[in-house]
């Protein structure tokens, strides 16, 4: 598609439940990012691929969260027992490229995903 | 910790006047980019200015870049009421890895009151 697509728009989880966040990037983007925004001012990322490959995971918790990107499926974020602190909205981002002789391109995002930890 | 940090942190201004504002960063970039956020929405990209650049212009906007003090600048001219929204930049760190990630500011938040 021409939008980067996320589902669910919300979702409520008791804490110690999965969350599972879909992302759908835009056809044609080889990079997918995921970032975390809390508190609507500040954003944290996370993890990145490169097609189903990941590029760059130095941003994620690596206790509880995971992440794919595999072929002719949505990429997906998850959450294993989720704690209260990770209520935020989960954006997802794609791009064309990210860089050619250290040059990086725009990054489209999704509507995100707003996960609300009770 | 966030590497940007944008002033002001929240603006108010009467439609059709311009709108300034600022991000300062950290580190060497490879590019600066600004991003709108509209209320409860995702981000929009307005225009990424390159480290080798220092003022690019997109319609309506016109952003400044000063690699020396680690800053850039964001204005919005003629504002209008549907200009309201949250305004980012983000930085791409040159980094000696292929780390990927953008690095956001703390935003400002701009109102235009018609």
């Known amino acids: 598609g021409e939008e980067v697509a996320q589902t669910p728009k919300h979702l409520v989880r008791g804490e110690g439940q999965k969350a599972k966040l879909y992302c759908a990037p835009i056809k044609g983007h080889s990079y997918v990012f995921w970032y975390q925004q809390v508190l609507k001012n500040e954003f944290k990322f996370l993890i990145s691929?490169?097609?189903?490959?990941?590029?760059?995971e130095t941003g994620m918790p690596k206790e509880r969260f995971s992440a794919k990107c595999l072929p002719n499926s949505p990429c997906s974020l998850e959450i294993q027992a989720t704690k209260l602190e990770d209520s935020a909205v989960y954006f997802c981002a794609s791009s064309p490229r990210w860089k050619t002789s250290g040059v990086s391109y725009e990054q489209y995002f999704g509507p995100g995903t707003r996960l609300t930890v009770t | 910790s966030q590497q940007g940090e944008e002033d002001p942190q929240a603006l108010s201004i009467q439609e059709g006047e311009n709108a300034t504002m600022n991000c300062s960063y950290k580190?060497?970039?490879?590019?600066l980019q600004w991003y709108r956020q509209n209320s409860g929405r995702g981000l929009v990209h307005l225009i990424l200015i390159r480290s080798n650049e220092r003022e690019k212009h997109s319609g309506r906007l016109r952003v400044t870049l000063d690699t020396s003090k680690k800053s850039s600048s964001l204005l919005i001219t003629a504002s209008r009421a549907a200009d309201t929204a949250s305004y980012f930049c983000?930085?791409?760190?040159?980094?000696?890895?292929?780390?990927?990630?953008?690095?956001f500011g703390e935003g400002t938040q701009l109102t235009v009151n018609p």
């Open positions: 580190t060497s970039i490879n590019n």
């Open positions: 983000a930085t791409d760190a040159v980094r000696e890895t292929s780390g990927s990630r953008l690095t």
């Open positions: 691929f490169q097609n189903e490959n990941v590029f760059d």
